[in-house]
């Protein structure tokens, strides 16, 4: 048996928790041979932490083989602890009225002191994952504080827009889920981003070419993928949750496949017209456990970067709101 890695999750008593803890412990995420112990940090209020002892029963009661250890905290710096991974899952939500350069600045000062203790607790390998929205800018901000971990570390989650633009592409294909390949999402986790349909294949052939119609894919496709989030809530009156849990799962398990082929929000060095200070989606190629390069052939139509263009202003806007603070 291996010796177990140390997984950190926030906003462990969440919905997204609520799905996602039972799929680590399983070894759904890090496989089938990776004891794991659970570092579980909710936020210091007393009905998250009371709910989270409740989850930390049901984890106990399933009598995982795989897991090791359960630990449960309201302090970061224990949370954190020679952590492997650190799954930034909690997130202040948006209140009614609240203007977003609000919800971008509160949320900015949790993932500014969660990226200075990762920075100075974590283990030498830690690798940090972003849930929490505004998920590409908080990993920015928690990046813009480490010194020892270096922005490659620090990823965040556009997964679950993948898997939905894959489904997408397969239903309106007609054929199964499993021959839709390489359809990768640009720039932000928000109704901007853009799914590049033209670098995808179904059944070995361009997506556009097999399914033909190219007003859909560029209205109806692109705005099912980037409202899909939206659409949940309204039909189910919450958030997606098991979807998100499993693309999170997804997403480090794909991380940590040499030659997984994949999307992920990291820090752009200029590729794609990117702004060099913001994380954005884009394709990568895992090298290594924990390790990647981008793939930076892919070229852009008119219309793709116009996509790109209107999503890296996003970006750069909501840096903007919270430059003061990660200086
Ligand atoms: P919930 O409100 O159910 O849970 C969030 C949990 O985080 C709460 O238990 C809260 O007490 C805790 N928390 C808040 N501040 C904390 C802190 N400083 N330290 C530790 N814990 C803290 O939200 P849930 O539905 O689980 O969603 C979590 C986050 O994921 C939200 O920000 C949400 O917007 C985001 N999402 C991101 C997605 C993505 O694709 N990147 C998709 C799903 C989801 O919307």
Excluded at 213 to 218: E, F, G, H, V, Y
């Amino acid at each position: 048996m291996k010796s177990p890695i140390r997984v950190a999750v926030t906003g462990a008593a969440g919905q997204i928790g609520y799905s996602l803890l039972f799929r680590i412990a399983s070894g759904a995420m890090f496989g089938p041979e990776q004891p794991v112990i659970l570092q579980l940090i909710e936020a210091p209020i007393e009905k998250a932490m009371k709910a989270l002892e409740g989850v930390a029963m049901e984890l106990d009661d399933c009598a995982f083989p795989l897991l090791k250890g359960i630990v449960m905290t309201d302090d970061p710096k224990v949370g954190f602890k020679d952590a492997n991974w650190c799954l930034l899952v909690g997130a202040k939500p948006r209140g009614p009225g609240m203007e977003r350069a609000d919800l971008l600045k509160d949320n900015g000062r949790i993932f500014i002191a969660q990226g200075q203790i990762i920075d100075q607790v974590a283990a030498d390998d830690a690798r940090v994952a972003v849930v929490g929205n505004p998920a590409n800018t908080n990993c920015m901000i928690a990046a813009s504080q480490a010194r020892r971990l270096t922005p490659d570390r620090f990823t965040a989650m556009v997964r679950l827009d993948q898997n939905r633009a894959q489904t997408q592409l397969a239903k309106k294909a007609g054929v199964d889920l499993t021959e839709v390949k390489n359809i990768f999402i640009y720039g932000n986790h928000s109704p901007t981003m853009f799914p590049a349909f033209a670098h995808a294949t179904i059944g070995g052939k361009p997506a556009p070419v097999v399914i033909n119609d190219a007003a859909w894919l560029q209205g109806p496709f692109c705005e099912i993928v980037g409202k899909r989030g939206a659409a949940i809530i309204a039909a189910r009156g919450a958030s997606s949750a098991a979807s998100a849990a499993n693309a999170l799962v997804d997403h480090v398990r794909s991380l940590t496949t040499p030659g997984a082929i994949h999307s992920i929000a990291v820090k752009s060095n200029g590729t794609y017209g990117f702004d060099p200070n913001v994380w954005a989606g884009m394709p990568v190629k895992t090298t290594s456990p924990g390790s990647y390069e981008v793939i930076t052939n892919y070229t852009m139509d008119d219309f793709a970067k116009s996509k790109l263009a209107a999503t890296n202003k996003e970006l750069v806007d909501e840096r903007s709101f919270v430059a003061e603070m990660i200086k």
